[in-house]
């Protein structure tokens, strides 16, 4: 049986920081935030921040921010919600190890 607090190993985290051009500053507080986590977790590299910028029809874009599992720490205290694992498309590597693509996507080339 599982508790409320026990958290599920396989869930992802996603937060809309909404247009890019205003994004900038949540960025770095994620990127800060994560980087305190990173260093506690000893830079384990199933911990990461992706990015997408995503339009959906609409004229400007909006940054889309999704947390690996291991990050569940940092998500919540942006005020991520729980998500499904990310297509790989158009995702970026905000934060954590190039080696997270392989660890998290196994089946994906990531861009270099």
């Known amino acids: 049986m599982r508790t409320e607090t026990a958290r599920d190993a396989s869930l992802w985290y996603t937060l809309n920081l909404g247009d890019a051009t205003l994004a900038e500053e949540s ?23 992706f990015l997408r910028h995503e339009s959906e029809g609409r ?10 599992p291991a990050t569940a720490t940092v998500a919540e205290a942006v005020g991520a919600s729980p998500c499904r694992k990310p297509s790989c498309g158009g995702l970026g ?18 861009p270099r």
């Open 27 to 49: 960025l770095d507080q994620i990127r800060t935030l994560f980087s305190s986590e990173y260093e506690k977790a000893g830079k384990s590299e199933d911990m990461a921040v």
């Open 93 to 110: 590597l905000l934060a954590g190890s190039e080696m997270a693509w392989l660890v998290l996507f196994p089946d994906f080339d990531p």
């Open 59 to 68: 004229l400007h874009c909006e940054v889309q921010v999704y947390f690996s």
